[in-house]
């Protein structure tokens, strides 16, 4: 149990709200119990309430989650029907009472003063929404290969969610931490008829009507990133896609976020296919202005190869700072992650037939 009597430095009993984690899971058996545990370690001067939504899953979750709401009355479960991320967040934020509510994605582990930080930027800066910072920590040498590549200034560094050293200020990021409930409720909650960026589109609806989302670079909870090639992919495409989709309808620069996979993915196909078109010109004999403008179209062949040498050189430099194997598996994950990313922010952003639906967004 956690001690409900304030420190001697403690604001007073009055101007301390009562918070509720909320959580939607699924097929999160691996982290759940770390997450929850995370959340009960607060130090917070007010005893935590958690909510969770428990959607269908296949790898023994609902029973984890059962097994931890059976021991402790602070935790309530909902069962969904629903794996839509939207549904099971919006039903666990109607089932919370506290003013403010903090989402907790259950791959991840909170650090002690989470809490206190959340509702102390809350009060300072009255916003109807906090955005923070999150930190990939993996465990196994794959988990560890993507947490490098996230971090690293050639994968996905331009991300403030994850680059220290970003301005404290209002922000356009979609990922929303921290909510006031009163406010969350009279926008209208997420949108459960979007398949993607139903954050985005929350925060938007939140500035619309006059409320503050406010960035706290102090707001940092770790969390373990996707253990598999599959879902890391999965997870991947299908956030470049909404984003694609998103720039393409209203052309919001926060949208984009990444340029260098989109940049990568153009210049690497591009490279193989006008290095071919050479590569055909120069032996079926060209001659002339053919032949010189072959050579340059060849040449282009440099941009897909450089990339190769520049992603063998980092995954070198990851193996001798980590260990061999985190740096033979970063080799694989960064063109994962440049080609996921990329190539889903483009079927996004052209409106591609068909791939809303190549991909369904999975809770990694």
Do not use: C, K
Not at 24 to 40: G, H
């Amino acid at each position: 149990m956690i001690d409900s009597t304030p420190g001697p430095t403690s604001p007073g009993p009055s101007v301390i709200p009562p918070v509720t984690a909320v959580l939607a899971v699924r097929n999160d058996a691996q982290t759940i119990e770390r997450a929850v545990r995370s959340i009960f370690a607060q130090q917070y001067p007010l005893e935590l309430a958690v909510v969770i939504a428990s959607a269908p899953s296949t790898d023994g979750t609902r029973e984890i989650v059962r097994a931890l709401a059976s021991g402790d009355p602070r935790l309530s479960v909902i069962e969904t029907t629903s794996a839509s991320p939207a549904v099971a967040l919006n039903e666990a934020i109607a089932a919370a009472t506290s003013a403010v509510l903090i989402r907790v994605d259950p791959r991840s582990e909170l650090p002690s003063d989470y809490v206190r930080v959340a509702v102390e930027a809350m009060a300072r800066t009255d916003a109807a929404a906090l955005v923070g910072r999150t930190r990939p920590v993996g465990e196994t040498p794959f988990e560890r290969a993507v947490a490098t590549g996230f971090r690293h200034r050639l994968g996905l560094a331009d991300d403030p969610l994850r680059s220290p050293g970003q301005a404290e200020g209002p922000t356009g990021q979609p990922n929303d931490h921290v909510l006031r409930r009163r406010m969350f409720i009279d926008a209208g909650l997420y949108s459960e008829e979007l398949r993607h960026g139903q954050s985005w589109e929350m925060n938007s609806r939140l500035r619309d009507a006059g409320n503050t989302v406010w960035f706290t670079p102090e707001l940092v909870y770790s969390y373990r990133p996707p253990s598999r090639a599959v879902a890391l992919t999965r997870a991947l495409f299908a956030d470049g896609l909404w984003r694609g989709e998103f720039f393409r309808a209203f052309r919001d620069e926060s949208a984009l976020r990444f340029r260098l996979p989109v940049a990568i993915v153009i210049a690497t196909i591009a490279g193989f296919i006008l290095g071919a078109i050479g590569l055909f010109g120069i032996v079926a004999g060209a001659l002339g202005a053919a032949f010189v403008v072959s050579v340059i179209l060849f040449a282009l062949i440099l941009a897909p190869a450089a990339y190769v040498v520049v992603v063998l050189t980092l995954a070198g430099i990851v193996a001798v700072r980590e260990d061999l194997r985190t740096g033979a598996w970063f080799a694989l994950v960064m063109p994962f992650i440049h080609f996921s990313w990329g190539l889903g922010f483009i079927a996004g952003f052209l409106n591609i037939e068909g791939a809303a639906d190549t991909l369904i967004v999975d809770f990694e």
